[in-house]
């Protein structure tokens, strides 16, 4: 007999709790902000965590929530910043943004067994190989999330600089004169 | 432009001819119409100074030909022993090499085949060996490596077997064309786009006036002037053929009022044919601005983001239409150019026929440059033209000059606050505020400076020349046109590494439901097979 009420009772228990619950569920659910989804689109969506942040989205709602400035996306660098900025209507100091200095992996032939690990981590399929075979980088593809390197048991792959070519070479900025008060 | 006051100076007063001049270079009254011969009364000009001006902006600036124009063209450069010739001369696709290392070509073999629409093929400058394919440094202010061919010459200089055409006129314009493309002519003006396209692309549009460029409005330079003294028949044979080629009527040849003998000679020379006119033009930099140029000339403006075909004209450089006349005349591709080279730091400043793919130094060594003296090193005119960090650069199909200039010929680098002087937007010639771009690049605001017209600037460097606080516009200019230009690629691959993602992760759900379908399939087949084998057993 104690059995049986035990198991009505909380049986009992479980169905209201249930219905409560479905019932919150539906009315007090949570939209996902419209303006979350559009900034998580800017981010470049690697989840690298190079912000602080756990993934890009959480990035975007702390950026919404006013908890971040529109310069948290390193990768990003001004021209994002400058988008996020645009978007949220936020005054932009660009002072702060340092460009980032773009790296790619690069597969050193001499010691790379073609294990294919790195080929199932990356994320933009910047990876071409086959098994026993060298692994190579499509550089214009690789984004520097570095998530090659961790699992490379070789340590063949490292991150180098963009190699410069007139194709990418750009005029630098004229410097300031000495005397700043020269700012017409 | 002088030349008009000078007529204007007989008829009135000095002092008022005077005072009239300067009221007439006030920037609301800039307005200038072709000069004639026959002088004219700048009274009956009045009513045009107050009408829409045809030259906007601009500036005048020192001249600094003299040391060259009045020298023939030196033809005997000696035939460097190597040549670095790139693959990529010209506006478009490089070329691809069809040649081996340790070839021997002679002078004007392909060497390198031009790859899709818009390319130019690129030809052995001399007879020779192949030596190497490889990296070297670019003639670009940052010297940084692209292909060449190098060619070791053997000092022969011969000739492959070319065929001279009888009548050019009988062939088609197609094949005019279909020649000018195979001989790897671009624009030598420094534009270096294929002629061949230009030619198609006149065709197509149906242009009505061909205009010859011979403003070469940029200080120092004179190869136009002198190629249009000594060659003017071959520039007009050469006009006659584009004009075929582009089955065109009419070409106006214009050129700056500095060079009267090229004028001269150009108009002797156009006698004959009188669809072609040769014309004067004013003297002001950057006249030879092709926008600016059409506007002179028809009247017309090209409107923003259109090619001039695209209102019924087309311009060349006259160094074009001399290459042209020599590649369907007699068959001979593009191997070799005139070149000036001057500047303070030269002792022997010279006008010089080159092979492509000399090195500077040789350049420096024949014409005695001085490198003590040498403060900068100027591809094409000290305006527009690159400054090159040393003398290991190969000339190029766009070399129009080298020059050597000394710390003194330099612009003063001291720079100050900006006085609001506004003169930098009077000589503007594509009517742009340099003063406020600068101002938001300097603060890294980059789309305000593209919303006042930054995609509209040619860099022409009509604004640094004139500021009087040495404030270098048009350097921050470049630097954020190139900036602009690496935010866009960096949107684009941000665009590009999202859809790699996207379909990666596609691919990984794919393969995962694939893998558990497949589970899912061994799971009921074993099933399956127990319960048949379980049956089996039941009916034993
Ligand atoms: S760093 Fe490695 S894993 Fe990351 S995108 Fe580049 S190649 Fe792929
Ligand atoms: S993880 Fe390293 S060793 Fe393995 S395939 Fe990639 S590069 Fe080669
Ligand atoms: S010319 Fe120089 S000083 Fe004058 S307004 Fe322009 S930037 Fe300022
Ligand atoms: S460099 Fe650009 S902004 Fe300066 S005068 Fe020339 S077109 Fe105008």
Redesign the pocket.
Known sequence: MYVLSAIISLTLLGLVLGFLLGIAAKYLKVESSPIVDELESLLPGSQCGQCGFPGCRPAAEALVAGKAASTICPPGGSALAEQIAALLGLELDLSAVKEPELL??RVSEATCTGCTR?FK????D??VGAPKQIHV?VADA????????EVCPTEC?QMHPIDVTLRNWRWTKPALPVASNAVC | MLKIYLNTAELIPDGVAKALKNFLYLPFFRSFTPYSESGSDVFKRLPDFFSKPRIRGGVHAEQHKAATATQAIVTNFPLPKKLYIPLQQHVGKPAEPLIKVGDKVLKGQLLAYSQGMISAPVHAPTSGIIVDVNDYPAPHPSALPIRMIVLETDGKDKWLATKPVADPFLLTAEDISLRVGAAGIVGLGGATFPTAVKLNMGRENQIDTLIINGAECEPYLSCDDRLMQERAEQIIDGVRLMLHGMEAESAVVAIEDNKPQAYLAMQKAAEPYPLIKVIQIPTRYPMGWDRQLIRYVTGKEVPVGCRSSEIGVTIHNVGTAHAVHKAIRYGQPLVSRVVTVSGGAVARPMNVEVPLGTLLSELFDFCQVNPEQTARIIMGGPMMGDSLPHTGLPTVKATSGILALTLGELKNTDEQPCIRCASCISVCPAGLRPLDMANNIRINQLDIAVDLGLKDCISCGCCSYICPSNIPLVQYFKYASGEVAARQQAQHKSGQTKRLIDDRNLRMERIARQQHEEELARIAAKAERERLKAAQEATT
Do not use: E, S
Not at chain 1, 121 to 124: I, M, R
Not at chain 1, 142 to 149: A, N, P, Q, S, W
């Open positions: 790619v992996a790195c981590v990356c994320p933009t910047a990876i980088v690789c984004i520097g999330c570095k998530k090659c390197i792959l």
